[in-house]
């Protein structure tokens, strides 16, 4: 787990200047919304060959939920289907107090604190499941299960 000034940096600098925004032209967008927060999120996922090329997202909401897409944009570009699941795997349970955060999920660490804010928890995980429904039709071409 980070040090909790540490995160507070993380969360704050992937809010204030998110990383990989914007449409992924050819590519079909997933949205999700979170109401009880006003979280609003579409996110875009690229693959090709089993690997995710490109990931991207939009949309608006709070610090949580703007900064974990951001941080999920940086830590899934590159990963191979089955790596994807397994960090995702691994984030989903940091974020409902299943199990410890790891050094596997690097800045994903930062938002750990979210499992002790039970109405959180939803902004932290919109943008992974509107990408977990993203892979899931990208899955079932490419003949591989699904994110989550």
């Known amino acids: ?29 997933v949205s999700r919304d979170n109401p009880g927060c006003g979280d609003q999120l579409t996110v875009w996922a690229d693959v090709q060959d089993g690997q995710i090329a490109r990931l991207s997202f939009s949309g608006r909401g709070c610090a949580i939920s703007q900064s974990a897409a951001s941080l999920m944009t940086v830590a899934l570009t590159g990963k191979t289907l089955a790596e994807a699941r397994e960090l ?10 299943e199990a ?24 932290a995980l919109l943008a992974w499941d509107a990408l977990a429904e ?14 989550s």
Do not use: F, N, T
């Open 1 to 29: 787990m980070l040090p909790e000034a540490i995160a507070r940096q993380v969360i704050d600098d992937h809010a204030r200047r998110p990383r990989h925004v914007g449409e992924l032209p050819g590519v079909v967008g």
């Open 88 to 97: 995702a795997s691994a984030y989903r349970g940091m974020v409902m107090g």
């Open 100 to 123: 410890k955060s790891g050094s596997s999920l690097g800045d994903l660490q930062a938002l750990a604190g979210v499992s002790k804010l039970h109405a959180r928890r939803k902004c």
């Open 134 to 147: 993203a892979l899931g039709g990208a899955s079932a071409q490419a003949g591989a299960g699904a994110l």
